[in-house]
Antibody, heavy 121, light 107 residues
């Protein structure tokens, strides 16, 4: 139901741009939150940010200045932009959707398959 | 943001029960009932097992249960099966972080 897409290779200092396409449901439903999570090779999960149906963003403090999450309702997509990337941003990037009527905004029930993004010149 | 602390590894034999802890502080785990647990097999996306401390999404086995005491949340896996061998992560929305992760080994 969720599918990430975008470049698998990004050069240092450039902007990483990923899109998550939603199928089988409405991205404009007020019942859910939509989020981005990443996982560097061999390491744990790191929350990047979460977006409400109205576009309100909640971001990881450590990434906040570099992260933009946007919704494109007509295309049933939401996107992630991460600026000024370095090798430390190399990771598998997941998009995800919370449970219905989530209270916490962090209970991600539906996940994309993940997309490996490498930052290298 | 401080990560939630989990044991690096936990092991058990088939049929046994194991418990994974997730320790936060009185500002997060101890003060809110917003703890989630995820299971991740190698090369796969995480799977939500528990949310809001002890709620199971539809389709998740009743062998998985969650609880909380003070600043520590716990995930219990009963009747351990070979397929339960995976990495497990907790999360708390108050920190918007994931735990350090626990590798479960079925002996």
């Amino acid at each position: 139901q969720l599918q990430e897409s975008g470049p698998g290779l990004v050069k240092p200092s450039e902007t990483l741009s990923l899109t998550c396409t939603v199928s089988g449901g409405s991205i404009s439903s007020s019942s859910y939150y939509w989020g981005w999570i990443r996982q560097p090779p061999g390491k744990g999960l790191e929350w990047i940010g979460t977006m409400s149906y109205s576009g309100t963003n909640y971001k990881n403090v450590s990434l906040k200045s570099r992260v933009t999450i946007s919704v494109h309702t007509s295309k049933m997509q939401f996107s992630l932009q991460l600026t000024s990337v370095t090798a430390a941003d190399t990771a598998v990037y997941y998009c995800a959707r919370t449970v219905e009527y989530s209270m916490s905004r962090s209970d991600f029930e539906i996940w994309g398959q993940g997309m490996m993004v490498t930052v290298s010149s | 943001q401080s990560a939630l602390t989990q044991p690096a590894s936990v092991s058990g034999s088939p049929g046994q029960s194991i418990t994974i802890s997730c320790t936060g502080t009185s500002s997060d785990v101890g003060n809110y009932n917003f703890v989630s647990w995820y299971q991740q097999h190698p090369g796969k996306a995480p799977k939500l097992l528990i949310y809001d401390v002890n709620n199971r999404p539809s389709g998740v086995s009743h062998r998985f249960s969650g609880s909380k005491s003070g600043n520590t949340a716990s995930l219990t896996i009963s009747v351990l099966q070979a397929e339960d061998e995976a990495d497990y992560y907790c999360s708390s929305n108050t920190l918007d972080v994931f735990g350090t992760g626990t590798k479960v080994t079925v002996l």
